[in-house]
């Protein structure tokens, strides 16, 4: 466990190095984005190591380059700090509980997720010999793009950035990459929950804040805010949002879904346990992934590796949400603020692609609309030419910039994406499927949701002579004309709700379209919602997340990215990665949304009479219903860590889940009985074989052992799993003929190195894939059975001979 104490504390440094920067960009946020120092530091420092490799061939991937661009970075935030030490010391000095709650945040999480990893660190299983070969490539690579594992002399051809991420870390560490699998995905759940923490915790303590302001407006009948002091310095400003941050943490990456309780109900008793893998595959030919799931699963893939940074792209949309003054491309401020601020934003939005492409289209889109309601704000809410231009500068800007920032990467990937699709009425979603998924998020977001408008229609008139105070920086009082303001939200309300009652009258006669119908009724409702409480940034913020989630719902019921699933299983990808980001989103809009419940639950004092009694009556049903519903999610943390991990020790003879004081991955192939020889084997490779020399092993089916040695050392094969590979290249193949005959002829390249009785025919289609060594194990004598395999050491050289392996090496 020491490795990962190593990797917490590297990124806490780092995170402390770059406050300057953070405090700087996020100028907006109330805690000036100490909640993000950390992914922000990551994010920029692997920026710095990637682009000069990708760019400038000579240079090594080593810990000595990756130290000296560290060095500089650190040189220049001491310079930073010198203008900015103030901000910082003063955040220190007035929130010191918040901060400690942060740090505790991350550093829980962290050792939560190393301690259950404890029990199971072994990489083997579902697609972990795919993800430990991108890892061990992208570290053992000299110069980048880093090669492609599993398709000797190219280079990966996926979203790998993520996974470099970690291993330009583990690099700087000396750790080996079948540690870094383990301390990098705890670290990585650290860096979520802190920045899931951040996001809920900013939008609390913001409107907090707002609504004392304004409490003084009216107590000193002032006709605008008196903004004194900013409210990082104003003490325990901040410890508010604690409680609704850690809501958020449990919420998102704790709970399980509805499906996880009705699977414990139904496995009780029964003599195989508790099933905690079905409730990620509840539609149809589709996966429903939630992230306690794939965190407890250790799914090293790209949708989980992006996590923490997908929510710092919320973080800083929320940042320019909250900016009070610049139009146009001042928006991102001015002087090396508007560079430090345009930059890091276009880098956050930018690098959700190289890791994880289904990211940017959302949080981009997010990002704009942002840009385009403080735009307006700014604009005295008028609708004007001026205004379109003002809302395309920063935009133009900061899609530009995402692109151009990481443009090696788009020189040499191409995209498997075929286009997109419309979903047949067949494969959408059912309303029964989508309560499984999402009943407790959605019943929280609609509670917020309504709650708003019910408070909303009740409120009480301004006083005499003094009018409704909005939000500083906000350019028109609340006090538009009664029948203007009573026209466009009864309208979209109305329109909103009329969606909703024809989705739930869908389905008695028309299933297919219920999930469509009160998915897009919500978003409506929500964005009306959203103008009505635009006066609090923060509020519509939150309403923002929510209607997002739900638009994401929305369109994968109509549209469909067309993958290489397509024929098969069409909308499978695009279920699984919008619904991913929509349980964030929606757990965020919880989280926070329980301060704005609780805030909505004071309507009783305004009522009279009989109404109150009803309202108290609600408030007991919606919180006996929210019992429930708290009760039924928490099942899923408390029983699957048991059954993912739960074995039989032949040592004790017992069953039960038994730590192994390791987070080496490698180390459950010693007992291993389909492995043997491996260990030793691939530990010798690891320990002795530099750069990225070609390795010829055995081709078989996907989601086996084949192609173990490429995916546990990172040197490149002839060919892996060919399944995995068809679907990284697809358009690779289908752009040029040649490419897809190549691809086609490898696995028989492979049979012909490993039967053909002609040393000279063995070494030259060895030499057209540049392979140096023929890994031979009982893996490789079951495979080529009819082969005498003993027959390359008399052509070879064994530089390699232990229990049932041997490696052979091209003569020089």
Same mark, same amino acid.
């Given at each position: 466990?020491?490795?990962?104490?190593? &990797?917490?504390?590297?990124?806490?440094?780092?995170?402390?190095?770059?406050?300057?920067?953070?405090?700087?960009?996020?100028?907006?946020?109330?805690?000036?984005?100490?909640?993000?120092?950390?992914?922000?530091?990551?994010?920029?420092?692997?920026?710095?190591?990637?682009?000069?490799?990708?760019?400038?061939?000579?240079?090594?991937?080593?810990?000595?380059?990756?130290?000296?661009?560290?060095?500089?970075?650190?040189?220049?935030?001491?310079?930073?700090?010198?203008?900015?030490?103030?901000?910082?010391?003063?955040?220190?000095?007035?929130?010191?509980?918040?901060?400690?709650?942060?740090?505790?945040?991350?550093?829980?999480?962290?050792?939560?997720?190393?301690?259950?990893?404890?029990?199971?660190?072994?990489?083997?299983?579902?697609?972990?010999?795919?993800?430990?070969?991108?890892?061990?490539?992208?570290?053992?690579?000299?110069?980048?793009?880093?090669?492609?594992?599993?398709?000797?002399?190219?280079?990966?051809?996926?979203?790998?950035?993520?996974?470099?991420?970690?291993?330009?870390?583990?690099?700087?560490?000396? #750790?080996?990459?079948?540690?870094?699998?383990?301390?990098?995905?705890?670290?990585?759940?650290?860096?979520?929950?802190?920045?899931?923490?951040?996001?809920?915790?900013?939008?609390?303590?913001?409107?907090?804040?707002?609504?004392?302001?304004?409490?003084?407006?009216?107590?000193?009948?002032?006709?605008?805010?008196?903004?004194?002091?900013?409210?990082?310095?104003?003490?325990?400003?901040?410890?508010?949002?604690?409680?609704?941050?850690?809501?958020?943490?449990?919420?998102?990456? &704790?709970?399980?879904?509805?499906?996880?309780?009705?699977?414990?109900?139904?496995?009780?008793?029964?003599?195989?346990?508790?099933?905690?893998?079905?409730?990620?595959?509840?539609?149809?030919?589709?996966?429903?992934?939630?992230?306690?799931?794939?965190?407890?699963?250790?799914?090293?893939?790209?949708?989980?590796?992006?996590?923490?940074?997908?929510?710092?792209?919320?973080?800083?949309?929320?940042?320019?949400?909250?900016?009070?003054?610049?139009?146009?491309?001042?928006?991102?401020?001015?002087?090396?603020?508007?560079?430090?601020?345009?930059?890091?934003?276009?880098?956050?939005?930018?690098?959700?692609?190289?890791?994880?492409?289904?990211?940017?289209?959302?949080?981009?889109?997010?990002?704009?609309?942002?840009?385009?309601? #403080?735009?307006?704000?700014?604009?005295?809410?008028?609708?004007?030419?001026?205004?379109?231009?003002?809302?395309?500068?920063?935009?133009?800007?900061?899609?530009?910039?995402?692109?151009?920032?990481?443009?090696?990467?788009?020189?040499?990937?191409?995209?498997?994406?075929?286009?997109?699709?419309?979903?047949?009425?067949?494969?959408?979603?059912?309303?029964?499927?989508?309560?499984?998924?999402?009943?407790?998020?959605?019943?929280?977001?609609?509670?917020?949701?309504?709650? +708003?408008?019910?408070?909303?229609?009740?409120?009480?008139?301004?006083?005499?002579?003094?009018?409704?105070?909005?939000?500083?920086?906000?350019?028109?009082?609340?006090?538009?004309?009664?029948?203007?303001?009573?026209?466009?939200?009864?309208?979209?309300?109305?329109?909103?709700?009329?969606?909703?009652?024809?989705?739930?009258?869908?389905?008695?006669?028309?299933?297919?379209?219920?999930?469509?119908?009160?998915?897009?009724?919500?978003?409506?409702?929500?964005?009306?919602?959203?103008? #009505?409480?635009?006066?609090?940034?923060?509020?519509?913020?939150?309403?923002?997340?929510?209607?997002?989630?739900?638009?994401?719902?929305?369109?994968?019921?109509?549209?469909?990215?067309?993958?290489?699933?397509?024929?098969?299983?069409?909308?499978?990808?695009?279920?699984?990665?919008?619904?991913?980001?929509?349980?964030?989103?929606?757990?965020?809009?919880?989280?926070?949304?329980?301060?704005?419940?609780?805030?909505?639950?004071?309507?009783?004092?305004?009522?009279?009479?009989?109404?109150?009694?009803?309202?108290?009556?609600?408030?007991?049903?919606?919180?006996?219903?929210?019992?429930?519903?708290?009760?039924?999610?928490?099942?899923?943390?408390?029983?699957?860590?048991?059954?993912?991990?739960?074995?039989?020790?032949?040592?004790?003879?017992?069953?039960? &889940?038994?730590?192994?004081?390791?987070?080496?991955?490698?180390?459950?192939? #010693?007992?291993?009985?389909?492995?043997?020889?491996?260990?030793?084997?691939?530990?010798?490779?690891?320990?002795?074989?530099?750069?990225?020399?070609?390795?010829?092993?055995?081709?078989? +089916?996907?989601?086996?052992?084949?192609?173990?040695?490429?995916?546990?050392?990172?040197?490149?094969?002839?060919?892996?799993?060919?399944?995995?590979?068809?679907?990284?290249?697809?358009?690779?193949?289908?752009?040029?003929?040649?490419?897809?005959?190549?691809?086609?002829?490898?696995?028989?390249?492979?049979?012909?190195?490993?039967?053909?009785?002609?040393?000279?025919?063995?070494?030259?289609?060895?030499?057209?894939?540049?392979?140096?060594?023929?890994?031979?194990?009982?893996?490789?004598?079951?495979?080529?059975?009819?082969?005498?395999?003993?027959?390359?050491?008399?052509?070879?050289?064994?530089?390699?001979?232990?229990?049932?392996?041997?490696?052979?090496?091209?003569?020089?």
């Amino acid at each position: 466990m020491l490795e990962l104490l190593q &990797m917490w504390a590297l990124v806490e440094v780092l995170g402390i190095i770059f406050l300057p920067l953070t405090v700087t960009v996020f100028h907006n946020i109330p805690d000036r984005g100490w909640a993000w120092s950390k992914a922000l530091a990551v994010l920029v420092t692997s920026f710095c190591v990637w682009w000069p490799l990708m760019v400038i061939q000579a240079l090594p991937f080593s810990r000595i380059f990756i130290l000296a661009v560290v060095l500089l970075l650190l040189a220049l935030n001491v310079v930073g700090f010198l203008r900015t030490r103030q901000t910082i010391l003063r955040m220190v000095r007035s929130n010191s509980l918040y901060i400690i709650a942060t740090e505790a945040v991350f550093l829980v999480m962290v050792f939560l997720l190393g301690w259950l990893r404890s029990f199971g660190p072994d990489i083997h299983s579902y697609e972990m010999f795919m993800d430990e070969g991108f890892l061990a490539s992208i570290m053992r690579s000299q110069h980048f793009p880093p090669p492609d594992m599993w398709y000797a002399g190219y280079s990966i051809n996926y979203y790998y950035y993520a996974h470099y991420i970690v291993g330009f870390l583990a690099k700087l560490l000396g #750790q080996l990459p079948s540690v870094a699998f383990n301390t990098g995905i705890s670290m990585l759940y650290g860096l979520t929950a802190v920045s899931l923490f951040g996001v809920s915790s900013n939008l609390v303590s913001w409107s907090r804040h707002l609504r004392r302001q304004r409490q003084i407006v009216i107590d000193k009948e002032q006709d605008e805010p008196q903004q004194e002091q900013p409210i990082h310095a104003i003490p325990g400003a901040l410890k508010i949002g604690i409680p609704f941050g850690l809501i958020t943490v449990i919420m998102a990456l &704790m709970f399980g879904n509805m499906a996880s309780a009705f699977q414990w109900f139904h496995d009780r008793g029964s003599a195989n346990g508790y099933d905690w893998f079905n409730p990620t595959r509840i539609i149809p030919r589709t996966i429903n992934e939630f992230p306690a799931f794939s965190f407890l699963l250790s799914d090293f893939h790209a949708h989980v590796l992006s996590l923490a940074f997908t929510i710092m792209a919320i973080g800083l949309a929320l940042n320019l949400l909250l900016e009070h003054e610049g139009k146009g491309i001042f928006l991102f401020g001015r002087g090396w603020r508007l560079i430090l601020t345009l930059g890091v934003t276009s880098l956050s939005l930018g690098g959700l692609f190289v890791m994880n492409g289904w990211d940017l289209p959302t949080y981009m889109g997010l990002a704009i609309v942002c840009i385009a309601l #403080q735009q307006w704000l700014l604009n005295k809410r008028r609708f004007s030419w001026r205004l379109a231009l003002d809302v395309a500068a920063p935009s133009l800007a900061l899609a530009v910039l995402a692109i151009l920032l990481f443009l090696p990467f788009h020189l040499t990937f191409i995209s498997p994406s075929q286009g997109i699709g419309i979903a047949p009425l067949s494969e959408r979603s059912s309303l029964r499927n989508e309560l499984l998924i999402y009943t407790f998020l959605a019943f929280v977001f609609l509670s917020l949701l309504f709650s +708003d408008i019910i408070t909303r229609t009740f409120r009480p008139a301004p006083a005499p002579n003094i009018e409704a105070p909005t939000e500083p920086g906000s350019d028109e009082p609340e006090t538009a004309p009664q029948e203007a303001y009573l026209s466009w939200p009864f309208i979209g309300t109305m329109t909103g709700l009329g969606f909703i009652v024809i989705g739930l009258a869908c389905q008695f006669f028309n299933p297919a379209n219920v999930t469509l119908f009160i998915a897009l009724g919500i978003t409506i409702t929500a964005i009306v919602a959203i103008m #009505q409480k635009i006066d609090d940034r923060a509020h519509a913020f939150t309403l923002l997340l929510g209607a997002v989630a739900f638009a994401l719902i929305a369109g994968c019921e109509v549209f469909f990215l067309r993958d290489v699933f397509v024929d098969n299983n069409p909308r499978m990808n695009s279920v699984f990665k919008f619904y991913f980001q929509a349980w964030i989103l929606l757990s965020i809009a919880g989280g926070a949304g329980f301060y704005y419940i609780l805030e909505n639950f004071q309507l009783k004092e305004r009522l009279q009479g009989s109404l109150r009694y009803v309202v108290t009556g609600g408030k007991i049903v919606w919180g006996t219903i929210l019992l429930v519903l708290v009760l039924a999610s928490s099942i899923y943390p408390i029983v699957a860590p048991y059954y993912r991990f739960v074995r039989f020790d032949p040592v004790t003879q017992q069953t039960g &889940m038994f730590r192994t004081n390791s987070l080496d991955g490698l180390n459950y192939l #010693q007992r291993d009985p389909a492995s043997v020889g491996d260990y030793n084997a691939i530990r010798w490779l690891n320990a002795n074989i530099s750069g990225s020399p070609v390795i010829v092993e055995a081709v078989g +089916d996907d989601y086996t052992y084949y192609a173990r040695v490429s995916g546990l050392t990172g040197l490149p094969t002839i060919m892996g799993w060919i399944g995995h590979e068809y679907q990284w290249r697809v358009q690779w193949f289908n752009r040029n003929p040649a490419n897809a005959a190549e691809f086609n002829s490898r696995k028989d390249e492979v049979t012909k190195i490993y039967t053909d009785p002609n040393p000279q025919d063995v070494l030259a289609t060895m030499a057209r894939y540049h392979a140096q060594y023929i890994y031979v194990s009982t893996l490789e004598r079951s495979t080529y059975s009819k082969a005498n395999l003993n027959r390359f050491g008399s052509f070879m050289q064994v530089v390699y001979h232990n229990q049932d392996v041997t490696i052979y090496k091209v003569k020089a």
